[in-house]
């Protein structure tokens, strides 16, 4: 099992574990991702581990190369020095670390292959979890919504007509109550405070003014031949008051003097 596989088996167990038991979604994959990037911490490492084993492997190709030219060179100088026998132990010597260095060489290239694929997946991985990251926003925003729907559809389906009415119902009654709570103390207010003497005398020229436009009325109706003499309704208008009954009598009279004269 290679090391993506192994993250990935680790990765869906954790998520199926915390979808099994989280009730808030956003809490769950905020967790998810957390883990997502712990696994590509992990990764990382691992995969950092295999380019270093790449980068040895290259480097001991490359010694066993040096030293095959180096027994070259020996050789030749040996052949210079006629030393045939010397000239032979070393490139005896030159085969071998040609051939260890062909030999690591081929390692090499197949660790490379395999680093770069690890490098890929690595990549992918990261994408992988930026993309989770956007998608998570979008799913947070829309469970959010969900709920939001959630507690208004409650609410309303709480809250029926009838209750609302009722609401309205006992608010007013409750301000008419205020009201004339108000206008039995301005009451109580207005009798039971000052010179109760003065407050008499007010009433009374309050009565007398009204007296008085009731008798400019009945007068104007006269003037206009609505009213003749005598009729009942003038002693109907301001009845009980003497005063108004003296000014009836002398418009009553006043024709008459007319006529006689």
């Not at 038991?21 to 990037?37: F, G, H, T, Y």
């Not at 008499?200 to 007398?208: H, V």
């Amino acid at each position: 099992m290679g090391i993506f596989d192994r993250l990935s088996t680790v990765l869906r167990s954790n998520i199926n574990d915390l979808i099994s038991r989280s009730e808030d979604p956003e809490k769950m994959l905020n967790q998810i991702l957390i883990d997502m990037r712990s696994q590509l911490a992990k990764a990382k490492q691992q995969v950092a581990t295999a380019i270093a084993d790449e980068k040895r492997l290259r480097d001991q190709a490359d010694g066993e190369y040096k030293q095959a030219a180096d027994w070259e060179n020996k050789a030749v100088l040996a052949i210079k020095e006629s030393r045939d026998d010397l000239a032979k132990q070393a490139l005896v010597r030159q085969g071998e670390h040609v051939s260890h260095g062909q030999q690591l060489e081929q390692t090499w290239e197949q660790h490379r292959l395999e680093t770069e694929k690890l490098k890929n997946s690595l990549r992918d991985l990261n994408d992988k979890i930026e993309e989770a990251k956007r998608k998570k926003n979008l799913l947070v925003a829309r469970q959010r919504r969900a709920q939001a729907q959630k507690r208004i559809a409650e609410t309303m389906s709480s809250m029926s007509e009838k209750s609302a009415f009722e609401a309205f119902a006992r608010m007013e009654e409750r301000i008419e109550t205020n009201e004339r709570q108000l206008k039995a103390s301005i009451e109580i207010e207005e009798e039971f405070t000052g010179d109760r003497l003065a407050q008499d005398f007010k009433q009374l020229e309050k009565g007398a003014a009204a007296g008085s436009v009731d008798v400019q009325l009945l007068a104007l109706k006269q003037k206009m031949g609505m009213l003749p003499a005598g009729t009942p309704e003038k002693r109907q208008i301001g009845a009980g008051r003497p005063d108004e009954e003296t000014v009836h009598a002398e418009i009553e009279d006043a024709p008459n003097e007319k006529k006689s004269s």
